[in-house]
């Protein structure tokens, strides 16, 4: 009785044992058209991904998540603490967009845009297979005693792993300090950055570790996301699943009368990286990779049959035998997901550059001036959150009303500055016509408004 009759194959974790031993993945590499674009994809992500730390506009990289500092750059543009309620509905959209993007596409997202399948499936698998062999070679030998070329072929393995994992290390650390932070520790005496030092270090062994040892195990028990797939995926989620109307009664022996379509040949498990027979249907380990897709078409082009045994559907397309179709649910979500993304994308190319928050200052009484103006204190608190010196003034919006800095005003902020200067505003008694005025003060950069903020102007009107 196979392990999905019995329904066994639910009683214990895909990467052990009966034996509770690890069940090491040995899988074959995946021969297909969804591999080719995988891989495709993962060349134009490592490329990105190596990449982008040293790419700047003006000044700024392209990504930065500078934790420590509380700093963030996204496409170049600098986010502060003071951007905190952006960050948060970016959050909120982020995290909407997860939600949504699971449940209707499932955990396609692990299988072929998550970094850590990416490295492993794409470059750690792949220098495996180059070094030791494919899949059922390693498997063969790890189970003989080792010979002295398997020892040197293990050893050159992860010296190379180890030198990747450096390579990622540096490269993971540029994304959080930046390139020019991370050359000054990687140049300068170690006594200047034991922090440093001891991150790129920890940082090389924690990757290192994952992608020689731990493996999928991070895909099927540590990750957080993967774990949340339980209660994302409904019936109607786009999975990789196998057509179980069509494939059974499996059969070796196809002329027999009555057999289903799947020649029970292994190969949908043989590539698997997580260990699993998605013929048992949905199951938690699966990142979505869809190697078992295209292994199976491999095998029925050979047999001769239609392909697509394992394929891209909802458990519901499968169960009701018609074929997959976006919905009207998927079409509008997909369509809510859209306007998130552009509800995001506008926050952030709105955010201003200059940041600031004016205010009366507390105790000051309203003042007649010798020119015959009557006049209030404020305090301006302005923050630049670009990276580069910017020429500053302020500006009222009505004609009649005007700005007089104290002390030598402040003409220039210079980058991530933050700054204060007091000021007063001036109104002839003609042009107040209630107690409470509302005047509108431009913060300029040379000739652009980069903020505009209103004023309570108090009289005794
Ligand atoms: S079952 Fe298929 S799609 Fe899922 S992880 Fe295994 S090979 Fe990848
Ligand atoms: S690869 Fe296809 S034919 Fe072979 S066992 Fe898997 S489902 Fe059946």
């Not at 297909?32 to 506009?57: M, N």
């Not at 939600?99 to 490295?119: A, E, K, M, N, S």
């Not at 940041?355 to 009366?360: C, F, H, L, P, Y």
Request: overall charge positive; charged content about 20%; glycine content about 6%.
């Amino acid at each position: 009785m196979s392990e999905q009759e019995q329904g066994t194959f639910r009683d214990r974790h895909s990467s052990i044992t009966e034996e509770g031993k690890r069940n090491w993945s040995y899988a074959l590499k995946p021969k297909g058209k969804l591999y080719q674009y995988r891989s495709w994809l993962s060349y134009f992500y490592l490329l990105l991904f190596f990449s982008l730390p040293f790419i700047k506009v003006d000044g700024n990289p392209m990504f930065q998540f500078n934790f420590p500092e509380g700093e963030f750059i996204f496409f170049s543009t600098l986010f502060t603490p003071q951007d905190f309620i952006m960050f948060g509905i970016g959050m909120l959209i982020f995290i909407l967009f997860i939600i949504i993007f699971t449940l209707i596409y499932g955990r396609i997202f692990c299988g072929w845009v998550c970094p850590q399948t990416i490295f492993m499936e794409m470059v750690f698998r792949k220098i495996e297979y180059f070094i030791e062999g494919d899949g059922n070679k390693q498997r063969i030998n790890n189970k003989k005693a080792w010979t002295t070329e398997l020892y040197i072929r293990k050893t050159i393995k992860h010296i190379v792993f180890l030198a990747l994992s450096f390579a990622i290390s540096n490269t993971f650390l540029s994304y959080i300090i930046g390139v020019d932070a991370l050359y000054k520790i990687i140049t300068e005496p170690v006594s200047e950055h034991i922090v440093g030092f001891v991150a790129i270090f920890f940082f090389t062994m924690a990757f290192y570790v994952v992608y020689a040892f731990v493996r999928e195990i991070v895909c099927t028990v540590i990750c957080p996301y993967g774990r949340l797939q339980g209660v994302l995926l409904d019936k109607n989620s786009i999975i990789v699943a196998y057509n179980y109307l069509r494939g059974e009664p499996r059969n070796k022996k196809q002329k027999e009368a009555g057999a289903g379509d799947c020649i029970d040949c292994g190969m949908c498990v043989n590539v698997c990286p997580t260990n699993i027979d998605i013929r048992n249907g949905t199951q938690l380990e699966c990142v979505n990779c869809t190697a078992c897709i295209d292994a199976c078409n491999m095998m029925m082009k050979n047999v001769g049959k239609a392909p697509e045994l394992i394929t891209f559907a909802s458990e519901n397309s499968i169960a009701s035998g018609k074929k997959f179709e976006f919905t009207y649910r998927i079409k509008s979500y997909t369509a809510v997901l859209g306007v998130l993304m552009v509800l995001l994308t506008v926050l952030i190319l709105t955010r201003t550059t200059f940041d600031s928050t004016i205010m009366r200052v507390p105790g000051q009484s309203i003042q007649e001036n010798a020119d015959g103006t009557i006049s209030n204190l404020y305090r301006i608190k302005v923050t630049n959150k670009s990276n580069k010196a910017l020429p500053y003034h302020l500006l009222a919006t009505d004609p009649n009303v005007k700005i007089e800095r104290i002390g030598i005003p402040l003409d220039s902020l210079k980058g991530r500055q933050l700054a204060e200067e007091t000021f007063f505003i001036k109104v002839f008694p003609k042009n107040i016509h209630q107690r409470k005025m509302k005047y509108e003060i431009k913060l300029m950069s040379g000739n652009k408004v980069m903020e505009t903020k209103s004023a309570t102007f108090i009289s005794e009107f």
